[in-house]
Nanobody
Framework: QVQLVESGGGLVQSGDSLRLSCSAS????????MAWFRQAPGKEREFVAA????????YYTDSVKGRFTISRENAEKTVYLQMNSLKPDDTAVYYC???????????????????WGQGTQVTVSS
């Protein structure tokens, strides 16, 4: 089975930093576009960041540009999300997602990803 396991979430104060990790069990990790989505209570799942498997191009939603950085270590089968200058609006469950051999350009769309982790809670207090 494909397993994506997020870790690194927690309770922090506004302005603090967190680094989320997503460990994948799949041998084909290097061939997957990887992304982070988040879902706050009462809101739809929202795209946060993505990194392509071939070009390593990165994509971010406007609200996190300049604050969040997505990266990957293929040898470790892990994708990271470094989150700096956290705000209360960043509070959400953060989900890792993977799209095997992704050849499209709709990195922002949840339906493009076939594999999802269980999520890790990030709570940012004022």
């Amino acid at each position: 089975q494909v397993q994506l396991v997020e870790s690194g979430g927690g309770l922090v104060q506004s302005g603090d930093s967190l680094r989320l990790s997503c460990s994948a069990s799949i041998a084909t990790f290097a061939y997957c576009a990887m992304a982070w989505f988040r879902q706050a209570p009462g809101k739809e799942r929202e795209f946060v960041a993505a990194i392509d498997w071939r070009t390593f191009n990165t994509y971010y939603t406007d609200s996190v540009k300049g604050r969040f950085t997505i990266s990957r270590e293929n040898a470790e089968k892990t994708v990271y999300l470094q989150m700096n200058s956290l705000k209360p609006d960043d509070t959400a469950v953060y989900y890792c997602a993977a799209a095997f051999l992704y050849s499209g350009s709709n990195y922002y769309t949840a339906s493009e990803y076939g594999y999802w982790g269980q999520g890790t809670q990030v709570t940012v207090s004022s």
